[in-house]
């Protein structure tokens, strides 16, 4: 089993920018894709970005050109940049391990604790 530990959220205002830090332990040799969520309240957790090892990624629509999924193997660590921050960016962010099947990620993994990030306006 993999554990993960989100970092790096906080209360940035519009338009600007943090680094998430996702830390994976465990099973690692287990890990292929990585992928970072999001869930606002009152709305479902969604995808946001993911990354395989292959270098493959995806981004959500709604964070295109603004986000950027990273992962450093050595360290067992993917990140999330965030630029020109929302305040529609606001929500708990998860990374989880994912598989790719059928045109769509699921995710493998218990969730962590998150991390939240707010934007204010």
């Known amino acids: 089993q993999v554990q993960l530990v989100e970092s790096g959220g906080g209360l940035v205002q519009a338009g600007g920018s943090l680094r998430l830090s996702c830390a994976a332990s465990g099973s690692i040799f287990s890990i292929n894709a990585m992928a970072w969520y999001r869930q606002a309240p009152g709305k479902q957790r969604e995808l946001v970005a993911a990354t395989a090892t292959g270098g493959t990624t995806y981004y959500a629509d709604s964070v295109k050109e603004r986000f950027t999924i990273s992962r450093d193997n050595a360290k067992n660590t993917v990140y999330l940049q965030m630029l020109s921050l929302k305040p529609e960016d606001t929500a708990v962010y998860y990374c989880?391990?994912?598989?790719?099947?059928?045109?769509?990620?699921?995710?493998?993994?218990?969730w962590g604790q998150g991390t939240q990030v707010t934007v204010s306006s």
């Open positions: 989880n391990t994912v598989t790719y099947f059928s045109g769509n990620y699921y995710p493998m993994t218990n």
